[in-house]
């Protein structure tokens, strides 16, 4: 079974901490994404990601940078976390093309106090 | 530029009964449509899509949707509600050219089955 893997559930953080979330696919898909999902607000892009060390700005990119270092990894980092940054973040892998729609991850709820 | 609107953020239904929920997309391509489900604490899980051919498209779940391009609507329904069919649905449209797609979600709508 395919699957894209959070590296933690839950996760509370202090304010002004340097925060790694990670995620890892299994099915050598080329394309990577980030998310953060807040009540009536949906899905946001944060960053995404079409190839090893490339990576492209979504709509909300401020106070997160992006690392991809090999094909199945993505890593969101929180370079000096604030509260509100206190969200469920998303990752999710697909195939090249439009048509093939995301695997998901069980998601990451991160609080930061 | 690509948008989706789901429209009622709370719908529902009593077991048994048909449910309906709202989709409208905004495209200025041909569109890849996509619903998704997410139960409590989890990550989000692909329903259907439509890609190109048939226009009505089945689903997991005896969940369906048609694709209306004349009325920019991509509508879920089930025929009959079940306790298990609770969750948040979110639908997508696929935004980008050929190579760096990316797509775009609605807000959510949280269906809540009453016994």
Redesign the interface.
């Known amino acids: 079974d395919v699957k ?1 893997t959070q590296s933690s ?1 839950y996760l509370v953080k202090r304010t002004g901490e340097k925060v790694f979330l990670e995620c890892v696919q299994d099915m050598d898909h080329e ?1 990577m ?1 980030w ?1 953060r999902q807040d009540p ?4 946001r ?1 944060i960053y ?1 990601s ?1 190839d090893v060390k490339m990576k ?1 700005k ?1 709509d909300i990119p401020e106070g997160y940078s992006v690392s991809r270092e090999k094909k199945e990894r993505f890593s969101l980092i929180l370079e000096s976390a604030s509260t509100n940054q206190t969200s469920m973040y ?1 990752c ?1 892998s ?1 195939l ?4 093939y ?7 990451t ?1 991160l609080t930061v106090v | 530029a690509q948008s989706v609107t789901q429209l009622g953020s709370h719908v529902s239904v009593s077991e048994g009964a048909l449910v309906l929920l709202r989709c409208n997309y905004s495209s200025s391509v041909p569109p890849y449509l996509f619903w998704y489900v997410q139960y409590p604490n989890q990550g989000l899980q692909l329903l259907l899509k439509y890609t190109t051919g048939a226009t009505l498209v089945k689903g997991i779940n005896g969940f369906e949707a048609e694709f209306k391009k004349s009325e920019t609507s991509f509508h879920l329904t089930k025929p009959s509600a079940h306790m298990s069919d609770a969750a948040e649905y979110f639908c997508a449209v696929s935004a980008g050219t050929s190579g760096t797609y990316k797509y775009i979600f609605g807000t959510g709508t949280r269906l809540k089955v009453l016994a």
């Open positions: 894209v559930r394309n994404f998310y009536g607000l949906g899905l892009l995404f079409y492209e979504g998303l999710a697909s090249g093309g439009g048509g729609g995301y695997t998901f991850g069980s998601g709820r």
